[in-house]
């Protein structure tokens, strides 16, 4: 099995650029940038165009805010490394498409399905949603909830897991 590595914070917290970071320090190109994120918006359109370019001419970039699994076991033979940003958007772009609690959790059984499977290192970022207060609203539970779940099954199954605070990197599993 190829190293996964779980990189995991709060929002802002400097995720992204550590995964970044690690993934030029130790891959040589091809290297795959797999993007959960929709531009939805002019503001989220900005923010994408602007990673793209952090990101730079090494990567390969993918735009797949659904179908990650299918998309890891597809290209992970072509690449030395993929980078997968971010697992808390998939999941809030599952609950768009209506998927229920139960198919939810059934994508995250099949994305861990796939982790162990794929032929190159990957990094996977997230936000850890929990430590806030509890949400007002039954969906927005649920998505707690469910991001909680993705978090400790791919933290599971993860050779090494990194949480981010105030940008600096806190291993929490070697």
């Known amino acids: 099995m190829n190293p996964i590595r779980f990189i995991l914070g ?3 917290s400097g995720k992204s650029k550590h995964a970044l970071t690690y993934a030029n320090n130790h891959w040589q190109p091809p290297k795959c940038f797999i993007a959960t994120c929709e531009p939805l918006d002019p503001e989220m359109q900005s923010r994408i165009t602007h990673h793209q370019n952090e990101r730079g001419p090494d990567w390969h970039t993918i735009e797949c805010p659904i179908n990650i699994c299918e998309t890891i076991q597809h290209e992970s033979h072509q690449f030395n490394g ?8 998939w999941i809030n772009n599952l609950m768009c498409q209506d998927m229920d609690e139960a198919s939810v959790k059934r994508q995250i059984a099949q994305l861990c399905h796939a982790l162990k499977k794929i032929k190159c290192p990957i990094i996977i ?3 850890e949603v929990g430590l806030g207060i509890v949400p ?6 649920l998505y707690r909830d469910l991001t909680g779940f ?3 099954q791919i933290a599971a199954i993860s050779n090494q897991v990194d949480y ?5 990197p806190m291993e929490v599993k070697i």
């Open 82 to 89: 993929i980078l997968l940003d971010c697992i808390t958007l």
């Open 10 to 12: 709060g929002c802002r």
């Open 164 to 168: 981010m605070v105030a940008g600096i």
């Open 150 to 152: 993705a978090n400790q």
């Open 136 to 141: 007002d609203n039954a969906m927005a539970r």
């Open 125 to 127: 970022v997230s936000n």
